[in-house]
Nanobody
Framework: QVHFMESGGGLVQPGGSLRLSCTAS????????LAWYRQAPGKQREFVAG???????SYADSVRGRFTISRDNGKNTMFLQMNSLNADDTGVYYC????????WGQGTQVIVSS
């Protein structure tokens, strides 16, 4: 079973940047098709960005052009570079497979506020 651990969240002003990291257990990390998700207060969890084992990326319309997803297979780590943050980006960010497993990590909280 693959376990995920997210980090890098925090409080940032509108227009600022953050870089999130996600580590995953297992020896087959390079084969995983992974994604970032987020859950804003009072809303359902939603897809943010995905990266396949082929490094093909995809983004939600709301973050395209501002967020960049990447991975380092040697470190079993995936990243989410978030620029030009706004209040709508506030939420808890999670990583998982592109077809999510039931095993979610604790997430990392991002708060965009002045």
């Amino acid at each position: 079973q693959v376990h995920f651990m997210e980090s890098g969240g925090g409080l940032v002003q509108p227009g600022g940047s953050l870089r999130l990291s996600c580590t995953a257990s297992g020896s087959l990390f390079s084969l995983y098709n992974l994604a970032w998700y987020r859950q804003a207060p009072g809303k359902q969890r939603e897809f943010v960005a995905g990266i396949r084992s082929t490094d093909t990326t995809s983004y939600a319309d709301s973050v395209r052009g501002r967020f960049t997803i990447s991975r380092d297979n040697g470190k079993n780590t995936m990243f989410l570079q978030m620029n030009s943050l706004n209040a709508d980006d506030t939420g808890v960010y999670y990583c998982n497979f592109q077809i999510p497993s039931a095993d979610w990590g604790q997430g990392t909280q991002v708060i965009v506020s002045s």
